[in-house]
């Protein structure tokens, strides 16, 4: 089990440059969420999933669009990046119906944007 | 909206003390509870988690946390901390109702484990 995995580990943008950040996860779960990380503030719910097909806005959706095609994978893209998107991007997963199980996080995506 | 307030942005602390992180937070409806670490440069692991019962919770590498209803609060502690503990540590909330896994972090609180 790889767990789950996200691709690039770091990238540089310029300001209005597109790009999608990658997310899978191989252990079938429901459940996957892109969160953004900023010193002081934790982590922030971008966006959300409940199943293929299906999303939501998290806290802070604005500048994100996500899809759910499949089971497995999840991306963020944004499409006109922006100094403020300069973030450090965690994708997670988990199972249950209620959420209540465990969420494992992938390693991040370290994202600045100039 | 519920919200989470970790009252400590870093502690120092040194090796073999103890160590307490302080974690409150708000809600207008009951909600699950949750401490993540995440060791330098990588991803967050659940350490603990209160969903019902047993106020106090028992987790991995010796961590504990209680939880308080009437002082809506969810204090992480260890008796006796190690260099390897040096991280930071999230308090996490969940409406137990809502749909999904969304997660509220607090703002996180560094620990370094000195020598």
């Known amino acids: 089990n790889a767990g789950v995995t996200q691709t690039p580990k770091f990238q540089v943008l310029k300001t209005g440059q597109s790009m999608t950040l990658q997310c899978a996860q191989d252990?079938?779960?429901?459940?996957m969420s892109w969160y953004r990380q900023d010193p002081g503030m934790g982590l922030r719910l971008i966006h959300y999933s409940v199943g293929a097909g299906i999303t939501d806005q998290g806290e802070v959706p604005n500048g994100y669009n996500v899809s759910r095609s499949t089971t497995e994978d999840f991306p963020l893209r944004l499409l006109s990046a922006a100094p403020s998107q300069t973030s450090v991007y965690f994708c997670a997963s988990s199972s249950g119906l209620a959420g209540i199980n465990e969420q494992f996080f992938g390693p991040g995506t370290r994202l600045t944007v100039l | 909206a519920q919200s989470v307030t970790q009252l400590d942005s870093q502690v120092p602390v040194f090796e073999e003390a103890p160590v307490e992180l302080r974690c409150n937070y708000s809600s207008s409806v009951s909600v699950y509870l949750f401490w993540y670490v995440q060791y330098p440069n990588q991803g967050l692991q659940l350490l603990l988690k209160?969903?019902?019962?047993?106020?106090l919770v028992k987790g991995i590498n010796g961590f504990e946390a209680e939880f308080n209803k009437s002082q809506t609060s969810f204090h992480l502690r260890k008796p006796s901390v190690h260099i390897s503990d040096t991280a930071e540590y999230f308090c996490?909330?969940?409406?137990?109702?809502?749909?999904?896994?969304?997660?509220?972090f607090g703002g996180g609180t560094r620990v370094l484990v000195k020598p």
């Open positions: 209160y969903l019902s019962g047993s106020t």
């Open positions: 996490a909330v969940k409406k137990i109702k809502a749909a999904g896994n969304k997660l509220t």
């Open positions: 252990m079938n779960h429901e459940y």
